[in-house]
């Protein structure tokens, strides 16, 4: 069987394992523990991704929102000026 040594940061979730078989066969197969590794690392990137594209869109939707609250409010400015005294209308 083929044993390889792993960085210590790698290996600190294995001592979780209860059964030495299992924790054999997580450390004889070096190259399937290193796509492991690798599905992990792309998984983390990708919901750090997603949690920045869902929060600009957030952002994105509020600055609509804003955009058409302030032209409804210029609107009524305007409506509220063409009917008062002082305004021009």
Same mark, same amino acid.
């Given at each position: 069987?083929?044993?390889?040594?792993? +960085? %210590?940061?790698?290996?600190?979730?294995?001592?979780?394992? /209860?059964?030495?078989?299992?924790?054999?066969?997580?450390?004889?197969?070096?190259? +399937? +523990? !290193?796509? *492991?590794?690798?599905?992990? *690392? &792309?998984? !983390?990137?990708? *919901? %750090?991704? %997603?949690? /920045?594209?869902?929060? @600009?869109? !957030?952002? &994105? @939707?509020?600055?609509?929102?804003?955009?058409? &609250?302030?032209?409804?409010?210029? %609107?009524?400015? !305007? *409506?509220?000026? /063409?009917?008062?005294?002082?305004?021009?209308?």
């Amino acid at each position: 069987m083929a044993w390889y040594l792993m +960085d %210590q940061q790698k290996v600190s979730h294995l001592s979780s394992y /209860r059964n030495p078989k299992i924790l054999t066969i997580i450390l004889a197969f070096p190259e +399937d +523990d !290193r796509l *492991e590794y690798a599905v992990i *690392e &792309a998984t !983390r990137k990708h *919901e %750090q991704a %997603q949690a /920045r594209v869902n929060a @600009e869109s !957030r952002a &994105a @939707e509020l600055l609509a929102k804003a955009t058409k &609250a302030m032209s409804l409010s210029h %609107q009524n400015a !305007r *409506e509220a000026l /063409r009917h008062s005294t002082y305004g021009t209308g």
